[in-house]
């Protein structure tokens, strides 16, 4: 079955840095585009980041542009995400999510992982 584990948040002061991971197993993870999506309290989801297949080509949302850098090691079947700077409105629950088709970017998700709380204190 398709896994994604997600890791590394915390509690961190404004300017202050995390860096999250992502375990992926049961596919062939170097054959997805990868997303990071973050919940804030009482909002919705927003989509963060995305990565293609071998990691050459990376996309931000304009929240975290400059601030944030997404990546991966496809022989260790894990995503990261580099977070510095960071401001109190980068807290929430930040998710890793696989496209819905291998090798295509097509900005759908089928799977995501359990989250892990970032929070950023004031």
């Known amino acids: 079955q398709v896994q994604l584990v997600e890791s590394g948040g915390g509690l961190v002061q404004p300017g202050g840095s995390l860096r999250l991971s992502c375990a992926a197993s049961?596919?062939?993870?170097?054959?997805?585009?990868m997303y990071w999506v973050r919940q804030a309290p009482g909002k919705g989801l927003e989509w963060v980041s995305a990565?293609?297949?071998?990691?050459?080509?990376?996309y931000y949302a304009d929240s975290v542009k400059g601030r944030f850098t997404i990546s991966r090691d496809n022989a260790k079947n894990t995503l990261y995400l580099q977070m510095n700077s960071l401001k109190p409105e980068d807290t929430g629950l930040y998710y890793c999510?696989?496209?819905?088709?291998?090798?295509?970017?097509?900005?759908?998700?089928?799977?995501w992982g359990q989250g892990t709380q970032v929070t950023v204190s004031s």
């Open positions: 049961g596919f062939t993870f170097s054959s997805y585009w």
């Open positions: 999510a696989r496209d819905r088709v291998a090798g295509r970017f097509t900005s759908r998700y089928d799977y």
């Open positions: 990565i293609n297949t071998g990691g050459g080509s990376t």
